[in-house]
């Protein structure tokens, strides 16, 4: 069976950083409430790894007014139901899809597509984004369409699985992986704490890559999942009435540390930790982040790639795994081992094994 490369990644965000704005809103927000609360939602806010994060949505000058984006999407006391999210989802996904997409410079390698694999769990539309991004980027009509739906934040590590059997089983398929995904479409008017602080960490991004068995890239060895029993509902991602209702536990690091920890020589298989060169983790948040770290007991630098990509981006779902594959890409390593993994509902961590190029 031939070897499998993610050859090329692309990735791609909105012109508009939030994060500033957003901490203002979610400020006020909480101070109507209790004072104290909102004191201690800016102290977790500086602890948080992020100073960046990109939203379709413009922010308003005074988010701590009437409105928290300059066009009055999230108007207070009046936030939009999930037919008003999901237009504006059919209005600027295809656009960032596309920006992601022109950003691989397929050139003459776009008429030797063969496969689509898109995942995204923050809207939906049919015709949708797949058929979309076929008229956009004049992709052959005859492209084989796969969408992953509403896995959150670990689909980016299916898409590239299910990329990875296309290809093993058609040794001449070229599959065009893209994820993604407009978090900051599903805002909720709360002045609950944990809730606000689950806010805090999301953002808007697209992740496009192309995987072939051409001999360049990172070469794709093989996946695990780890599905941590009794955790469904520490991570839910429910459509309702006002939008996609999150539920983020602040269980969730330390599960994810203990599951790894049993876990660990199967991710690996068998292999220690040391012997990871490279590591591709989710940055769910600063505290997923240090779990991770824990549960492999790896040094400070070994998630350097993660830490930065939260910094500059927050978290933007599956796209997010991506943007950390990118990075660590672009330092060209050669003959190093990997490891990526990326969390979601279950709780289940999706992990996956690659090397760079000798």
Not at 233 to 241: H, K, S
Request: one cysteine or more; aromatic letters at 8%.
């Amino acid at each position: 069976m031939p070897v499998v490369y993610i050859n090329r990644v692309a990735t791609a965000v909105p012109p508009y950083d939030v994060h500033d704005a957003f901490r203002r809103f979610a400020q006020s927000t909480l101070h109507l409430a209790s004072p104290r609360q909102a004191r201690l939602f800016e102290r977790m806010a500086d602890k948080s790894g992020i100073e960046h994060r990109f939203s379709c949505l413009t922010p308003s000058n005074r988010p701590e007014g009437d409105h928290f984006d300059a066009g009055g999407f999230y108007a207070r006391s009046d936030f939009p139901d999930t037919a008003t999210r999901m237009e504006q989802y059919e209005r600027h996904a295809p656009e960032l899809a596309q920006a992601a997409v022109d950003r691989l410079h397929l050139g003459a390698d776009r008429d030797r597509i063969t496969h689509l694999i898109v995942t995204s769990c923050t809207g939906f539309s049919a015709p949708g984004l797949d058929l979309d991004l076929i008229a956009r980027c004049e992709l052959p009509t005859t492209v084989e369409r796969t969408v992953i739906g509403f896995m959150g934040c670990y689909a980016a590590i299916n898409a590239l699985k299910l990329a990875y059997h296309i290809v093993r089983s058609e040794a001449a398929a070229r599959v065009l992986v893209v994820n993604l995904e407009l978090c900051t479409l599903h805002l909720k008017e709360t002045a609950d704490l944990e809730q606000m602080l689950s806010f805090l960490l999301f953002a808007d991004g697209c992740a496009a890559s192309l995987v072939s068995a051409e001999p360049s890239g990172i070469a794709l060895d093989s996946f695990h999942a780890m599905l941590v029993p009794d955790t469904r509902e520490l991570i839910t991602w429910n459509i309702r009435d006002a939008g996609f209702d999150m539920v983020l536990s602040g269980r969730v690091p330390a599960v994810i540390q203990d599951g790894l920890r049993q876990s660990g020589e199967r991710i690996l298989a068998g292999a220690p930790a040391t012997s990871i060169d490279l590591w591709a983790v989710h940055p769910g948040g600063r505290t997923v982040l240090d779990a991770v770290e824990r549960a492999f007991a790896l040094a400070p630098t070994a998630l350097a790639a993660s830490r930065d990509v939260l910094r500059r981006y927050g978290n933007m779902s599956s796209a997010t795994v991506m943007f950390v594959i990118e990075k660590l890409m672009r330092s060209r390593a050669r003959g190093r081992s990997g490891c990526a993994m990326s969390f979601g509902p279950g709780v289940v961590a999706e992990t996956m094994l690659f090397r760079t190029g000798a």
